[in-house]
């Protein structure tokens, strides 16, 4: 049975900085396509980082620069740092993977439950 579960979300001031955590079983993640996610209260789910199979980090445009995806082999976990938070960032955060290449929504097999990221004064 595949598992991701999420952690370290919470509530944060603008411009503060959070560590998310993805730590999955049952499936691994190095050699894998897997990432983040979001979705805003009211709106669409939407990517925002993904590692690809062969390693390469893509970022959504409105995180670039402030944002870093990396993974821990021996933990089989993925991380998303966070910097200089917006309130435009808060919103459920997810974790996926894919047994395929393709970082997108609809391609991703197994998803976590998501932890909730709070970005306000």
């Known amino acids: 049975q595949v598992m991701l579960v999420e952690s370290g979300g919470g509530f944060v001031q603008p411009g503060g900085s959070l560590r998310l955590s993805c730590a999955a079983s049952?499936?691994?993640?190095?050699?894998?396509?897997a990432g983040w996610f979001r979705q805003a209260p009211g709106k669409e789910r939407e990517g925002v980082s993904c590692?690809?199979?062969?390693?390469?980090?893509v970022y959504q445009n409105a995180v670039k620069g402030r944002f870093t995806i990396s993974r821990d082999n021996a933990n089989n976990t993925i991380y998303l740092q966070m910097s200089n938070l917006k309130p435009e960032d808060t919103a459920l955060y997810s974790c996926a993977t894919t047994r395929g290449y393709d970082c997108v929504v609809y391609g991703m097999d197994y998803w976590g439950k998501g932890t909730l990221v709070n970005v306000s004064s």
């Open positions: 590692l690809t199979s062969d390693g390469l980090p």
């Open positions: 049952g499936v691994t993640l190095n050699g894998a396509t």
